[in-house]
Nanobody
Framework: QVQLVESGGGLVQAGGSLRLSCAAS????????MGWFRQAPGKEREFVVT????????YYADSVKGRFTISRDTAKNTVYLQMNSLKLEDTAAYYC????????????????WGQGTQVTVSS
């Protein structure tokens, strides 16, 4: 069993930055690939990015490539999502999740999920 807790969301102006964190407890997160998804009101959940178990490999959605950066600190069992040059369309609840597969953009490949953290980008 893995428990995930996201933090770092908030309100930011377009063009600004936020850093999300996802702290894992239970089984060490170094045994899992980690991913971030997001869901805006009225829209389906969307894949954002995933990072391999070692942290050496990453895979980004085209919509965030070049603006978002994922990283992980295995010693702290924490994954980070640095979000720069935020756009209005980045507004969503952001969720981290674990997976045994990499890279996977499909939510059903991720058995464990956090509760989400809200990111709101204003004009």
């Amino acid at each position: 069993q893995v428990q995930l807790v996201e933090s770092g969301g908030g309100l930011v102006q377009a063009g600004g930055s936020l850093r999300l964190s996802c702290a894992a407890s239970g089984r060490t997160n170094s045994n899992y690939a980690m991913g971030w998804f997001r869901q805006a009101p009225g829209k389906e959940r969307e894949f954002v990015v995933t990072i391999s178990m070692s942290g050496a490999r990453t895979y980004y959605a085209d919509s965030v490539k070049g603006r978002f950066t994922i990283s992980r600190d295995t010693a702290k069992n924490t994954v980070y999502l640095q979000m720069n040059s935020l756009k209005l369309e980045d507004t969503a609840a952001y969720y981290c999740a674990t997976s045994m597969a990499f890279p996977s953009t499909v939510g059903s490949s991720y058995p464990y999920w956090g509760q989400g953290t809200q990111v709101t980008v204003s004009s």
